[in-house]
């Protein structure tokens, strides 16, 4: 496998008569090279204006650093620690953040990576409310006491500070040069095609809509990478990346191109192939559009939740891999409150409610019409042409509306769509629960909206107090089930190809709390390495 591996042959040879015995010549050195695939390009090289879908991310964690992040994993690995922070420090009043920057840290260029890079990204991203503005929203004053320390101070505590902005440096929050920018908007410019960054890999060559090559960075402050060269493939079909990864060309097939979970038994009885099981935070959802009648009606919302049959998706989709999840939060958390699930499959339960809410069947056996959009990964692919049969039989007539990833972002940011495969993310920490539920929240995107759960929120995000906070989010986890802007499904789990041999992913237990982000890929060893 790994056909794209190419030979570097760094060979002098001495071939001069009369001089003696020939000098050693070392055997050739092997170029490490890893590609796989993304299902979109990205749309620049710029990573914190906007929220990127698809393929920018995967380039960004490898080009650039942040100053804290986070990785995969569930009951290990979802740990906040330090990118460009090397240590850190919160005073006893939970409000004044010290971070310690790694000294030798320098930009691609070869400057000094410095506190005042620090500054100047989080105030522009503040002043320009780009999405990790979010995570900043408590922030009162960044000062840098000399060039290797960052000082944040907090309007109020807030014990989600950390965990929350490790977590979003996954998308954005990535630290700017601003020997680079500057004064200029990061829209523009030279940097957004031929970008500076930190990271352990720098930008080589980007030919738009076929792939970006990145090279490992001698002089990254935690040490070169052992992979020499990454090639990122644009390629949205997922079908298309599983056979390049059959021949040998891709050598990890991340979980959105997981071939059918039938197959998954065939890629196991394959000694060149590793399958990874990896735990998460995430749920799959059906997400409902408030806003749109009659799902504005919540006896429509809980009629739907009652025809969702999760064991036969689990059974159909997913060879029963998965694990169905009714609660309004993980399984295994210690903040889910096991008190209260969304409603059990009860197709008579669903038809009562539909003809309570004034939704006779009328012509053709339909109560009414309904569009169902998903992302087109594999898993939600499944999960949609099965739930569209699912509601069918109650008297929904669904049509399911497959799209790419730009082009469901694109619904998600308008709000322009009734109903949604979705995943809710309810880690590292809860308050996650107010990126997707409260009011104005970066991930509502299906116009829910209830001030008794903002109240909750609002609390919860700033004591201190453990049994406090569990027992807040018991109380907003009581009114999502009861309002049903959602209603979960499964419990994801992470289905990943790994060509047998190779290690450090961030999916896989050695890369867990070292890989630097959900896509970077500077802990990979290729085999025997």
Known sequence: ?????????LISVLAVAGCGPQAAVPPPEEEVILTYAVQNDAETMSPNTHGQRGGGYVVFANLYSALMTLDWGITV????????????????????YTFNLYQNAVWHDGEPVT?????????????RNYPFSTFLADVKEISTPDDHTVVI??????????????????WYGKIM??????????????????????????????????????????????????????????????????SEFRAGNIEWLPNQFSPAFGEIDEYRADPDVEVVETGSH???????????????????????????????????AFSNVWIPCRYAGLPLSQFTNKNVEFPAFDPDRAEELFEEAGLPRGAGGWRFDLELIEPGFSTTTAMAEILVEQFKAVGINARWIPTDHTIYGEYLDQKNYQMTIYYTRYGPDPDAYREHFATGGPRVSNNYSNPQLDELAAAARVT???????????????????????VSIFNEVKVTLVETGWTGFAEQESGFNQSLGWSCVYNVKPPNR
């Open 1 to 9: 496998m790994g056909r794209w591996l190419g030979i570097l042959f």
């Open 77 to 96: 690995g979802t740990t906040h620690y330090g990118d460009l922070a090397e240590t850190w420090d919160v005073d006893p009043t939970g409000q004044l």
């Open 464 to 486: 201190t107090d453990l049994d406090e906070r569990i027992r807040l989010y018991g109380e907003i986890q009581e009114i999502i089930v009861q309002d049903a802007p959602i």
């Open 177 to 242: 040069p601003k020997h680079v920018w500057g004064d200029g908007e990061w829209d523009e410019g030279p940097g957004m095609e031929n970008p500076i960054g930190s990271g352990p890999f720098k930008f080589a060559e980007w030919e738009k809509g076929s792939y970006v090559v990145l090279e490992a960075f001698d002089d990254y402050f935690r040490g070169r990478a052992d992979v020499d060269k990454v090639i990122v493939r644009t390629m949205p079909e997922a079908t298309i990346v599983q």
């Open 153 to 170: 101070e907090l309007t109020e505590p807030n014990v989600a500070f950390l965990p929350m902005m490790a977590q979003a440096a996954n």
């Open 282 to 316: 995430y749920n799959y959802d059906v997400w409902i559009n408030v806003a749109h009648e009659p799902l504005n009606d919540p006896r429509v919302r809980h009629a739907i939740a009652y025809a969702i049959n999760a064991d036969e998706i689990n059974q159909l």
């Open 115 to 127: 506190s005042a890079d620090v500054k100047y990204t989080y105030e522009r991203m503040i002043d």
